[in-house]
């Protein structure tokens, strides 16, 4: 379960926004959920990521000191490495959901996939990445293809697990020290289907 009592990052998903992408109606079934935030700041930012299964086992937390010419390559540099480190620790065929607190990220991330696998594919939205993030939105492309299925979704950076953690990387600095876990999340009994909170509670006119 989520620590401290915060809602799981599965939680989070399913009452956020996927911006260009609609929740799928299987979106309880993604296996693995993903935060990330970069902070950008004179005397030194941070990246952080939060990783979980989908029934809220940790698989990685991290929280790194990084220097960033500015706040935007701060935000790709944090998806990348957390992407990283997920496709490290999970099968190949995984199934994700990453958060994010950066709207043009998020964007583009779901553009991305919606693009498809082949590098000639034509998004069906616009692709506007910073110039300065171009090497790691390039790292960000190959990762998405590593997985089944990904979709990105829009939180605010208040409700975002990642933010201290990109925020203050010396204060959680211990959390680099955690062992590396690969985690599978538990397997639901396939005839039970279970709609996302987002949807559960809604009557039949909504």
Do not use: K
Request: charged share 25%; glycine share 6%; with cysteine.
């Amino acid at each position: 379960m989520a620590a401290y009592g915060r809602p799981s990052l599965r939680d989070l998903f399913d009452e956020a926004p996927t911006p260009h992408i609609a929740h799928p109606p299987e979106t309880h079934h993604l296996e693995f959920y993903i935060a990330t935030d970069g902070s950008f700041r004179e005397s030194g930012g941070g990246l952080g990521a939060v990783i979980q299964t989908r029934d809220g086992q940790r698989v990685a937390r991290l929280s790194r000191p990084q220097d960033c010419p500015d706040n935007n390559v701060a935000e790709y540099r944090a998806l990348h490495l957390g992407l990283d480190v997920l496709a490290a620790r999970s099968p190949a065929d995984a199934r994700i959901g990453i958060l994010l607190d950066h709207d043009d990220l998020a964007a583009n991330v779901n553009a991305a996939v919606l693009a498809g696998p082949g590098t000639q594919s034509r998004p069906h939205h616009d692709i506007s990445v910073p110039q300065p993030t171009g090497l790691h939105w390039r790292g960000i492309r190959n990762r998405l293809r590593d997985f089944a299925d990904v979709r990105a979704a829009r939180i605010n950076s208040d409700r975002n697990p990642a933010h201290p953690l990109a925020n203050t990387p010396d204060r959680y600095a211990h959390v680099n020290d955690e062992p590396a876990r690969c985690v599978l999340p538990n397997v639901p009994d396939p005839e039970v289907q279970i709609p996302p909170p987002s949807r559960s509670n809604r009557g039949a006119s909504d």
